[in-house]
């Protein structure tokens, strides 16, 4: 299963419009969320990890041969 990281974004923002109280708990509640809201972002931006192939070598040391 797949996470939906922009439902989750859509989710993290509206408690983030819910939490407009001006108190110390308030102000804290906002700071992390801002904070898992960050992460979700780079998560839901992340590029995959490619698997690099390796290039097949020349027997000549790689250094292709030169036109006539």
């Known amino acids: 299963m ?5 439902a989750a974004h859509l989710h993290l923002d509206r408690a983030c419009h819910y ?3 001006d108190d110390e708990t308030s102000r804290a509640a906002l700071q992390a969320l801002d904070l898992v809201i960050d992460a979700v972002a780079a998560a839901q931006h992340a590029r ?4 690099v192939l390796p290039f097949p070598r020349r027997s000549n040391g790689g250094v292709p041969p030169l036109a006539s």
Request: hydrophobic share 40%; net charge neutral.
């Open 2 to 6: 797949k996470s939906d990281f922009a």
């Open 19 to 21: 939490l407009r109280g």
């Open 48 to 51: 995959p990890v490619a698997d």
